[in-house]
DNA sequence: GGATAGCGGATAGCGCTACTATCTACTTCA
DNA sequence: TGAAGTAGATAGTAGCGCTATCCGCTATCC
């Protein structure tokens, strides 16, 4: 196959392609002379791959870069990676302390020694949720800590069905990159159903219609 | 309080501030004199929760200038604006159906009614979610959706603990602005837990070091 | 009252990201 | 043989979130 028709079959333009290549994203196709390259399904599958965590995943193109290393090379960390993916929040560690950021971070940990989380605490995650909770703690929502428990209850189960869903249906050569896939994409799956839970939820505690204004008026 | 003190209370630079007011994030300063404003403790607070939209919840300026619209204007239907909110993939619906964007509708529709939720089916977040699963099937992962009741009953617990939050916490006139920074930065926190989750799952299935390198090599 | 710092408002520019366009020399295939 | 396609390279684009600069004015301190 070449480029011509890899780009029919995945949607993604000609020049869109050679960009990826180019950033590391696809590895370059079989040259067969010095300028035609054939590619194949591996390439077709990778591309996919790249566009989803583009455009479902929100990743940016460094960062999927470099899981895609990762998920090329099996002696990279893929977890630091896969941490600082596919977050809003950079992995830039703002030296200034607060009050608020403080606090925060007693909570998490406070709450990984609770639950008995075997997590280094210089875990990119721990700082984002240090982030989010010091964040609610400026806008006067340091109360919100109380439902934390619920939200960790409900993302213990989240994990433990990724990882059974991982280990029953994947092959062990695909694992990795399956877990990156789980990862990113079904943490867009799983906004979608809170905003979905959201709506229904508030449909039945204030009102009755899925699609009404909202009730507060 | 003129805008240097502002500046100075938030961390949030002199000409940021005033290019928030001209994108609408921010209402102007009361004049007190052809070129004196004051501006108050709203100010601060708006400030910041546009800070936290911004940095921690990963929106848009146009986006997040939409949510506060609708803040401030009660008749707006502010589920709409939500939904659009905070979420990688844009409104724009493509009209090109492929196999695995209808069977990600069928499987949307099917877990909708299943669980009696009521939701519109226009719902953005639907779409989103289809996008999502479409994309995962693409991927080889159709078998995804056996994972989907999982995700939602987490996802109906997440946003029943929010509502309670709301309903327990919040003065009634701030209910709406309460609700937009609990969807946020509420996503931000459970994406944090989930990843957390994540890394202790996979260290009590494979190993005992939450920082290990990954397990499969 | 004069110096200095700060202000509101406006316009222009910057750095980054994800492409996109164009060009050259070459290959493939009808 | 000739139109279409290709690899590889370089340059340019659009949008986003600021940032820099300038102007005429004002508040404040001594």
């Not at 989380?117 to 982030?131: F, I, M």
Request: net charge negative.
């Amino acid at each position: 196959m070449r480029i011509g028709e890899l780009s029919r079959r995945t949607g993604v333009p000609v020049p869109t392609i050679k960009y990826y290549v180019r950033e590391g994203l696809l590895p370059p196709g079989e040259l067969t002379s010095p300028n035609q390259a054939s590619y194949d399904e591996t390439h077709e599958r990778r591309l996919r791959l790249v566009r989803a965590l583009l455009d479902v995943g929100g990743m940016r193109v460094a960062e999927i870069a470099n899981v895609l290393a990762a998920i090329d090379d099996p002696a990279r960390p893929l977890h630091k990676v896969l941490g600082a993916a596919a977050d809003p929040l950079g992995t830039a560690h703002d030296e200034h302390e607060d009050t608020e950021a403080a606090s925060a971070h007693a909570v998490v940990a406070d709450l990984v020694s609770r639950r008995g989380w075997q997590v280094h605490e210089s875990n990119p995650a721990a700082a984002d949720l240090s982030k989010a909770l010091a964040a609610l703690g400026r806008l006067g929502h340091s109360a919100f800590v109380e439902v934390l428990d619920t939200y960790a209850d409900a993302a213990e189960q989240v994990a433990r069905a990724d990882l059974a869903y991982v280990a029953r249906c994947v092959a062990v050569e695909d694992m990795v990159e399956s877990v990156v896939i789980g990862t990113v994409l079904g943490e867009a799956v799983f906004s979608a159903l809170r905003r979905l839970a959201h709506v229904d939820a508030s449909a039945r505690m204030y009102g009755t219609d899925g699609s009404k204004e909202h009730e507060t008026s």
